[in-house]
């Protein structure tokens, strides 16, 4: 009698619930939408099933700190910090504003326009 392959057929995965409603999401899907441990997932009731979804707890306007490049910048500094460099200290806001200026290759009065000063 020659062996029957047998075939992968997907299937649906099920995970029980425990003690407090706890239940754990497997392993594969925490991998395929790179969920990590501590991550929030929004709760709903759509159709008489349970929707997980992954949610962000930044807010839109805040995301830019938490980008890749940002966040070297802050490991940069904190880096500086322990070592016990210092960044430039000025003496009053308008020393400040003109060293602004020069970096971005400003005149200091567009400076001021923007920051509405």
């Given at each position: 009698?020659?062996?029957?392959?047998?075939?992968?057929?997907?299937?649906?995965?099920?995970t029980p619930?425990?003690?407090?409603?706890?239940v754990t999401i497997p392993q594969e899907i925490r991998e395929q939408l790179d969920l990590q441990e501590g991550d929030q997932l929004v709760v709903a009731?759509?159709?008489?099933?349970?929707?997980?979804?992954?949610?962000?707890?930044?807010?839109?306007?805040?995301?830019?700190?938490?980008?890749?490049a940002w966040?070297?910048?802050e490991h940069e500094v904190d880096e500086a910090i322990a070592a016990g460099?210092?960044?430039?200290?000025?003496q009053d806001g308008d020393t400040f504003l003109q060293s602004l200026a020069d970096e971005?290759?400003?005149?200091?009065?567009?400076?001021k326009r923007r920051a509405d000063v």
């Open positions: 009698m020659a062996d029957l392959k047998r075939r992968r057929r997907p299937h649906l995965m099920s619930v425990r003690k407090k409603g706890v009731v759509e159709d008489g099933r349970i929707v997980l979804t992954p949610a962000s707890v930044i807010p839109d306007d805040q995301a830019w700190f938490w980008s890749g966040q070297q910048k460099e210092r960044g430039e200290v000025f971005a290759g400003l005149d200091v009065g567009e400076i």
